[in-house]
């Protein structure tokens, strides 16, 4: 059973580009979350998703920032006009439905924007 | 959530036991204590969690106080493998996100 996914592992953007970040979740797993962790920091959580649905979105930044996780295909968090502060890793996990205490994180996206 | 004090760093000699305080004063009654950890910038990766019952696995073991306001992780035998931030997090079982602090880092020593 592969782990979570994510790609690209390393995305480098120019300021006022998009970022997107793909995640795919471990075989099964229907909750998806993404964390954020700037450097010398621990993980932010933004945003927690089910299948088509956002269930709570509190940690996005109200502009710029989105995510999805649709009925097919990996969940995406898109950041649009990227800026020097969006630089960090971001980090996917999932959960099984019956265990929704325990996250399985990937390995993270580095973004660095110039 | 309740928030968390963990000291920043510590050592540990190689297969020797590390034990890991963490301090939750302001914890509730439904509120779990998790432990997870990162290795050198990788995915956190989940070890074990409790309410108020001492827990083991394979990986490590969690003591909760009888007054639940502090915890403490062990990892048994300490291998080199095992250096990391570990992050000691509290949440109530029905939310899902998790509340990563500064965490400790763990240094294992040959």
Redesign the interface.
Known sequence: NAG?MQNPRHLVRRRGQEARLRCSPMKGHS?V?W?RQLPE?????MV?LQKENI??E??MPKERFSAEFPKEGPSILRIQQVVRGDSA?Y?C?S?PTDR?????????TRLTVL | DAKTTQPPSMDCAEGRAANLPCNHSTISGNE?V?WYR?IH??????II?GLKNNETNEMASLIITEDRKSSTLILPHATLRDTAVY?CIVRA?GF????????TKLNVKP
């Open positions: 979570v909750h979350y964390y920091e621990g993980l932010k959580f927690y269930i709570d509190s940690g890793a980090f996990a959960s929704l205490y325990t996250q399985y994180f990937g390995p993270g | 779990y998790y990162q910038s990788q995915g956190p990766q989940y969690h992050y079982g899902n996100k998790f509340y990563f602090g500064s965490g």
